[in-house]
């Protein structure tokens, strides 16, 4: 890392000339500050998978799991515990350094828990960095996870605080920088961003990134999503947005957070080699690969692979376990599975 100066002071103002910058001066600025931080050539890449799909209590108006939408999306029960492993086994097969697990709830019930932290675990113990995705959590559950070994937690602000409530009432705004409070308070890395091309205005995406860049600690890792338009949901009919501003966004949030993983997140599977060329210049140097994101498509590994070879980019290298170490943590499953499969029940249907 460099010892490059680091803000938390950004106004909307500076924020908003920055995207309105030429593109060519944008790019360049963006990818200066990007080689004195990463290796410009490196990318770190994620799987990530849900343990608990659908019928989430929430109004998110872009969000397929939505038990308020028709999506045609079946529910899926609290996955066990072995299977979380296999699909951790085969990410990290794949090149992955960080294994994500994601569930449609509001917050996590306290019975969650337990499942939860020997998901943490053992996933852990193959070697890969960890992430979950639960909704809103309280110190004393952040904590939990924490103690488990949790490396990351995702909780996206999705937008600006004046655009929000057209988005989600059924959450606000501070209970999100809350659970961020709880996660930071915890020991855990923060992974927080937003979605992009949701009907926002230009202010807005700089509102954005001025939530973020402002925190006293910049999230670890900033996704930044384009809008994936799923039928049945609110947002199913809005109009694309411009991808250059997509592109703008990256850079933005390169120049404002130059310590941060930025990571390109839904919506690379209708993106261009090209667009995606164009991100990892304006700064992007991570993603979530695979077949899917929670519930909406993304590229394949091989896909991905061969672009990373005509950009000439590799992934990042996450720490390895012993062979023994991971034949430990399979019978260690298998143990839990014999003494609690009694016990998993449809987390869908709270």
Same mark, same amino acid.
């Given at each position: 890392m460099s010892d490059i100066a680091l803000r938390h002071d950004w106004t909307r103002e500076e924020i908003l000339a920055l995207f309105a910058k030429p593109m060519n001066d944008l790019l360049f600025e963006a990818q200066t500050i990007h080689r004195q931080v990463y290796d410009p050539n490196e990318v770190q890449i994620s799987r990530l998978l849900s343990i608990k799909t659908g019928a989430c209590p929430e109004d998110c108006k872009y969000?397929?799991?939505?038990?308020? &939408?028709?999506?045609?999306?079946?529910?899926?029960?609290?996955?066990?515990?072995?299977? /979380?492993?296999?699909?951790?086994?085969?990410?990290?097969? %794949?090149?992955?350094?960080?294994?994500?697990?994601?569930?449609?709830?509001?917050?996590?019930?306290?019975?969650?828990?337990?499942?939860?932290?020997?998901? /943490?675990?053992? /996933?852990?113990?193959?070697?890969?960095?960890?992430?979950?995705?639960?909704?809103?959590?309280? %110190?004393?559950?952040?904590?939990?996870?924490?103690?488990?070994?949790?490396?990351? &937690?995702?909780?996206?602000?999705?937008?600006?605080?004046?655009? &929000?409530?057209?988005?989600?009432?059924?959450?606000?705004?501070?209970?999100?920088?809350?659970?961020l409070a709880n996660v930071r308070a915890s020991g855990m890395k923060v992974c927080s961003g937003g979605i992009v091309g949701m009907g926002e205005q230009a202010t807005d995406r700089a509102g954005l990134i001025q939530q973020l860049a402002n925190m006293e600690k910049h999230p670890d890792s900033v996704p930044i999503n384009m809008l994936v338009k799923v039928a049945g949901t609110p947002f199913a009919d809005l109009d694309d947005l411009d991808p250059l501003e997509f592109v703008r966004t990256i850079a933005v949030a390169r120049i404002t957070m130059p310590h941060s993983r930025v990571r390109l997140s839904a919506g690379r599977e209708s993106m261009t080699d090209e667009l995606q060329a164009m991100c990892f210049f304006a700064g992007a140097n991570s993603i979530f690969y695979g077949c899917k994101l929670l519930t909406t498509a993304n590229p394949e590994e091989n896909k991905d692979m061969t672009l990373f070879k005509r950009l000439g980019l590799h992934p990042e290298q996450g720490p390895a376990a012993k062979i023994e170490e991971e034949k430990q943590v399979f019978a260690k499953a298998e143990a839990i599975k014999a003494k609690q499969t009694s016990q998993f029940y449809d987390a869908a249907a709270l």
């Open positions: 969000c397929p799991q939505s038990a308020r &939408y028709d999506t045609g999306l079946e529910k899926e029960r609290l996955l066990e515990i072995e299977k /979380v492993l296999t699909e951790a086994r085969s990410a990290k097969a %794949a090149g992955a350094s960080r294994f994500c697990m994601g569930a449609a709830w509001r917050n996590p019930h306290e019975r969650d828990m337990p499942y939860l932290k020997d998901m /943490v675990s053992e /996933v852990k113990a193959m070697g890969m960095e960890t992430c979950m995705t639960l909704g809103m959590l309280s %110190a004393h559950q952040a904590q939990e996870l924490a103690d488990a070994g949790l490396d990351y &937690y995702n909780h996206n602000l999705d937008t600006s605080p004046e655009y &929000y409530g057209d988005i989600i009432t059924t959450r606000t705004y501070q209970e999100r920088l809350d659970t």
